[in-house]
Structures are given as C-alpha cells and as structure tokens.
C-alpha cells in the first residue's frame, strides 16, 4: 500500500445496482482480492505480454505501450474471484494516470463471452483518485475476474493502483478436502511379499481392533493397531496397523478399524507392471517439435509445437536476450519441461540423466516397442530413444565454436512472457529467446552427454563419439567460466531454476566423465571434491539443484576403478540408513518429513526412495527394499489426503495437474494428464493464488489441491516422472537374490579385443540344474566367439547359456566358459552384476 497517498477521497463514478444498505453491509464482507495493496509484490496480478508490472512506492505501476488499438489490447487482471449469485459486493480502488486517461475497470466472466457484472470507465488524473462501486452478483462464479483494460491509446502512459478491494459476498469457502474413510492404504494394492501397513486417522488413543476382508467380505486376518500419536506432517492423531504376514494375492481387499473401511486395494505380485512404462510414455506427450500422434497415444493427438510453424515464432532460429548473443540457434525438439513451454538445460538434465539411470541400473527390462513411440520398431530401447529426444535437444543449446563463450549452454528456452491457460504448443504465439549461458547448464550438459556417450555406444557409435566429445568441450567450458549463474530474477515467462552454487554440478560432471573415460583429470577432480566425501544425503532429497547424490550414485552402481569405491558404496547405504530411519518414526510410512515440505515433494520421496532402492541393489539387504515399497504406499494413497498422486493409479487420483495442453479441467475438449503421471505434491509454500486462498495455514500433507490453477502444488514435470519412472522399474524387478558368485577375469587384451574368463560358483545348497547368467557391457563391447557357453548380445546385454555337458553346478562347485570379444574406445570396464537363471548374484 502506498504510503504517499492523497488523503483526499475524489468524486466517485457510482455503478450503484443496490441500495446504500446493502452496499455497506458488503463493505463489511470478507475481502475477495489476493495482494489488492502489493505489499506482497505484483502476484497474483498478471499483466498482458505487452506490460511489466512492478511495485513503485507501494503501488502497482506500469508502462502502458502506445500505438493499440482496442482497450483489451493491454490488461491487468486478477482471476479466481468467487462471486455468490445475490450478493452485493464493494469495489474499490486507487489509481493515477499520467498523462491523464479514462480506463476500463471490469469484473467478468474470464472466458468468452466476458459478461461484465461490473463495468465502469474511472477517469483517471495524474494526482490519483478513489473509486469504489457496488453491484450484485447475477450468477454463481468461481472463477470471476477483475480486469482493468488500458489499451487503445497512440501514446504510452503511465498507469498505477494501489488499495484493490472486492469485498462482501459469502466467507471465502472454507475449503475441506474430503479425504474420505479415515483408514489409508496404498489404493493401488501390495506386493505379497512387501511390507503391508496402513495408517488410521482416530480419536483413539488407545490400540483398536482391525480387521482384513477380502471382496467376499470375509474376514481374513486381523489384530490391534499401534498409537503413533499426532503426526507433525497432518496434525493428525493417527494409529498405524500391520498386515505384513497376510500374503495371499487377490483383489478388492480393504481394512475396518473404528468404525471406518478402507478405500479397496489388491495383493498381487503384478500390481506394478504397468507403471514403468506409464510412467515413461509421459515424455512422450511432453515431445516439442513433433506431431503427437493419435495412433500412439490415442486421445492426445497435436501438431508438433514450436516447429516454425506460425503463430509459433520457435524454436528454430532463436534469438538470445536483448545483448545476451548475435546469433541464433536451432533448438527445435526436447520435452517441455512442465506445464509451460519452457525448456530447461538444468532439470532437462536430471530428467534424461534418471531415465538414463533406469535403463543403466537395469538394461534387460528396457526393451524396443514398451512404449508406443514414433522409434518403437528400430530395434534400441525405446528408453533410450525417449531420452535421446532430449539429450539432442540439450546438445543443441551449446554455444557453437567461435562465439564467446563457446561450449557452455544457454541455460534455458522460453517465452518472453508468461501465458494463459489453456494454450496447445503449436498455437504459442510468443517470442522465444535464449537466456544466457550458465555453468549450471553446462555442467548439466557435460554430465548427460558423458553418460549418454557410453549408454548409446552399443547402438549407435556416431551419436556417443558427438556425446563425449560435447561432454568434454562442456567441461573445459565450465572449468574457464565456474561462477557465471543463472540470474534468480530471471523467471519471466519461465522459470529461473537459478542455483548460486555449482560445485556439486561439478561433481556430477566429473563422475560422469570418469566412469565414461577413466582418465586421470576426472578421477583427480573427483577425489579431491568435497561431495565425494561429505554427507550429501539431505533429509529433503536430491533434485535439479542438488545432483552430487547423481555422481555419487552412479560411481556407487557403475563399474570404474576409484580407489575408494567400497567407501563410495558404503557411503550410499548410510544414506539409506538416514531415510530408513525418518521413514521408520513416520507414521505414514513417508521417507521425508522436513518441518515444510518443499516444491514437488513427491518428487524428493521418489528420490529419497532411489537411494533406498540402490542400497538393495548394493548390499542385497531385504530392509531397503522392503522400505522402498513402503514408500510408493504414500504416493498411492497412504497419506493425509487418502488420495494416489498417480493419474490413472487407485481409486482417487491426480488427475488436474497444471498444463496448458492436458487443460481438460478448463476445456472439455483438451485430455487430462496421461496415466502415469506424477503430481509435485504436497508444498507448505503454496506460491499460487487458488492453494493460497484455500490451504492458508496448511499442515504440509494438507497443503495440496488437485486443481490446474494450484502451479505451486499441482504441477507435472519431466523431472519428477523421471524418479517415478526409474523406483517403479525397480518396483517391478523381480529378480530374486541367488546363491551364486561369478569371477570374470580378463585373461588377455591386444589392440581392439580381450579374451576373458567366467567362473560361476554355486554359493548355495541346491545343486543348479541348467544355467542362464546375464550380464552388460558398460562400453561398446561385443562377444565375438565362445567356450564352454552359447553365447548371444543383444545391445549391451550378454546372456551365456550352459551346454548339455556342464549344465549341473552342485554346491560349492563351478564351472568355467571364456569368449573372445571386441573393445570399443573408452575403459571398456568389467561387469559387476550378474544374474543367473533370472536372479541376481549376491
Ligand atoms: O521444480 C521447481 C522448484 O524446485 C522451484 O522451487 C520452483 C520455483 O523456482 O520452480 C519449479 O520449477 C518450475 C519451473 O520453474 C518452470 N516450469 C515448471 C516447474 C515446476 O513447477
């Protein structure tokens, strides 16, 4: 609020459809504006592209462009005004124009036909003047809007406000979830061998009974819940109950306690099978520069957006900032980073890193045609196609050879101003423009194309030779420029993701590049980073700002030949034992549970639970996998909300996740998020208008509304479908441990080839009747020719199957079988997990 404002209180334009009683009886209402004094900045006002809003002296002020046409030409507006049909409302403000200007003040309809339930044309001075009107509501309206339209003079002007009021009406809705039966399960089911928990939200704080029936309605176990208390997450009272020992597989199951019966859910072992791939077609439909076709996905069919293709004006040849570069780049392609048509460098890169990840951690479950894309047939991994989409496009932001700067990477494409909802990509009229290049990107740059140079080696030699080579140039670019960070203040049209510290992008960068190449500059630089050593497993998860935990990981899971490696892979499972510990006191399962939870919580969950999942894959130890299902329990409906944040996965689900193409919640004829897709979750910030207007003062699991408006709780990303993508292929492994060990030694090596030997060795008491053992090559090595084996490739993926003769490995034997092979350039390092008949060594 303006602390300089006129006392004087001006003649009043009166629009006056009620009598003086009623108008004074809705100046006493409850206020309906959000910000209407700007003592919280310009937000949730929105100006059209043609306006900077900025707060001047407590007032909301901007330039109004001469040379429009038409009062709407230039608008300031503020939407989601719940209007009650009947009521009388009090409309006030202060404004000054300069020169002098008669406006347009309007409250409306916010689509066409715009009916105006208040319309008045304030006549504005320079020194300002009050204006305050009444006018009853002719309808019921969520969503009004309060415009002011400036537009249509020759000359610029100055405008500013100060002092919006709405006010009367009903009490701001008071809004209450309904969080139906107080009893929350993962609604998806669980896998008969996991751990089965429930949490019970009650009075009670006494142990009360429970009760399992299955869709017969039968009773089928049962016993007493455990008091937990109130958890600080919900500020609920809760109890949790165990059904762990109950195995049987079927469907339709629930759980009774106090009086409540759960929402359904099933036992199986198959409960998952589907979400992997879900979870990865999403990339799909966030593609850039390409038709979406309905054949694919039916339902979602779009031209391809930013294709050059008017009204689009990218991305093809996109200019940088004013004074930030004198060329244009082609940077057609990518995924849209979210909701917007942004595209990120930082955070396209721990997206197509964790998809990258997930085919690495396991090549075998990753084949062609899973995931109906216009590559399926062309005989790679369509992950690895999906993630390609991306990883050209992060390449293409590298600044070419021969301008300054070059070989670091602009760090992100967008538009230049924010836009409305709903907006299909091809129909995005926006300049598009580069903003600087950052060290941030660059590293994030140098870190994917590292990895992608040894994940696409078996299949396409070219595309992993251009990879390492831009990985290199991105590192040696970073080394020159360290400190050069994307401007926080940058988030006009799109988001800043600015980061002012950069060494863990290093990191990740160097780890990278060490476990692709193995030389001694990455290995030195590695070894002397703080993160190879400090605690960087934070309580809130790794993410786009935070990637050690990304090098670290992989130089924890990917053969190379630290020195430290053991401690390296120490250091992952006391990381887990962090998680597992917050987890264990949670009484809703949750691996997280900072005082406020942040900005796509669900996706530091996912994250969290991805170090979990690695301690399993690392030490075999049951309780880390046992801890990562239980965790999916609260992204599927074990939490406050009881509801699954998983579109298309349980009972009540996500479904009006924030985009301006899957708008279906504002367009009936738009679709609604593809299943599969993750909502951010739960965020104690609640930046939006919609969740600060309905959760102020929200205990974090409550601070979460599944509506496109809500962008600060409700979004979908590329970088939170990618852990989901990367725990639920885990989720899915069914790969038991096996008393097994395998050598494989490398008995001879020459220019171009090697010859190497395996040994299996039954660990066990079964004698193993028949044997199939898998591995991958990290680099591009392929079998030539084999002993003692059938030998076949596939990719990366090598299976050795006995012969009739050496089938049996009683206990505590072995058998022997070598192969000649073929190396690719780069350290082409030694497996280190092997699987025989299905299940993994230990
Ligand atoms: O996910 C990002 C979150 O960590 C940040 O706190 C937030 C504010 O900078 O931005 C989020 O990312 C948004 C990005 O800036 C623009 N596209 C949508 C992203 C998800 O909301």
Known sequence: MTRSRAALLALITMVALS??????????????????????????????????????DGRLCADIPGGTTNPWDVIIGQDNLPLVAGETYAYGFSASATPGKVGRALIQLPVDPWTQYLAANPELSVSGNDYSYTFTAPVSLPNAQVAFQLGGSAEPWRFCMDDVSLKGGAEPEVYE???????????????????????????????????????????????RTAPKGVDTSSGQNVHTLDFGSYRKPGKGYTLTADGETSRPFDIGADIYDALP????????????????????????????????????????NVPCQPGVCDYSLNVKGGWYDAGDHGKYVVNGGISVYQLMAAYERDRAAFKDGQLAI????????????????????????????????????????????????????????????????????TLNLAATAAQAARLYAPYDAEFAARNLKAARKAWTAAKANPAKYADPSDGIGGGS????????????????????????????????????TGDIWRDRGFDWGNTAQLGRLDLATVPNGLPDRARVRQSVTEGAEKYLAIQRAHPYGLPYNPPDFDWGSNNLVLNNLVVLATAYDLTGQEKYRAAVREGMDYLLGRNALNQSYVTGYG????????????SH??????????????????????????????????????????DIESWATNELTINWNSPLAWVSAFLTDKSGRSDCRVRYSAHGAWPGGFTSQVVIENTGKETVDGWSLRWSFLGGQRVRDGWGATLTQSGATVTAKSLGWNGKIRPGRSVTFGFNGANASGPNPAPEVFHLNGDRCK
């Not at 510290?501 to 590695?526: M, N, R």
């Not at 009972?651 to 985009?659: D, G, I, P, R, T």
Request: glycine content about 10%; hydrophobic content about 35%; some cysteine.
């Open 19 to 56: 009598p003086a009683p009623a108008a004074q009886a809705a100046d006493e209402g409850p206020e309906q504006i959000v910000n209407g004094t700007f003592d919280a900045g310009t937000a949730p006002w929105w100006g059209t592209a043609n306006l900077t809003l900025a707060v001047d």
């Open 497 to 532: 993701y600015s980061d002012g510290d950069v060494s863990d992008e290093f990191y990740w960068a160097a780890a990278e590049l060490y476990i692709t190449t193995g030389e001694q500059e990455f290995k030195d630089f590695v070894l002397a980073s703080p993160h190879h």
């Open 374 to 441: 216009p590559e399926s047939g062309n005989g790679r991994p369509d992950i690895l196609d999906e993630a390609r989409w991306e990883q050209e496009f992060l390449l293409s932001m590298q600044v070419p050879d021969g301008k300054p700067l070059a070989g670091m990477a602009h760090h992100k494409i967008h538009d230049q101003n924010w836009t409305g909802l709903p907006l299909l990509p091809h129909l995005d009229p926006q300049l598009r423009e580069l903003h600087p290049a950052s060290t941030a990107a």
């Open 651 to 662: 009972e009540v689900a996500s479904k009006n996740q924030h985009s301006r193409w899957y």
């Open 277 to 316: 791939a879900d979870a990865l077609k999403f990339y799909y439909t966030q593609r850039s520069g390409i038709e979406i076709l309905d054949s694919l996905r039916p339902g979602y069919a779009r031209p391809a957006g930013h294709a050059g293709v008017a009204p689009n004006q990218g991305d093809v």
């Open 665 to 706: 919640q504002l367009d009936p004829a738009l679709p609604s998020p593809p299943r599969g897709t993750l909502a951010g979750g739960p965020n104690s910030a609640i930046q939006d208008p919609l969740a600060q207007r309905l959760l102020q003062g929200c205990k974090p699991q409550f601070c979460y509304i599944d």
């Open 177 to 223: 979830p309904d969080t139906g039966p107080r009893v929350r399960v993962n609604m998806v089911g669980y896998l008969p061998s996991g751990p089965k928990k429930a949490t019970v939200v009650t009075e009670a704080t006494q142990p009360l009974e429970w009760e399992l029936k299955n869709d017969g309605k039968e009773t089928v176990a049962g016993g």
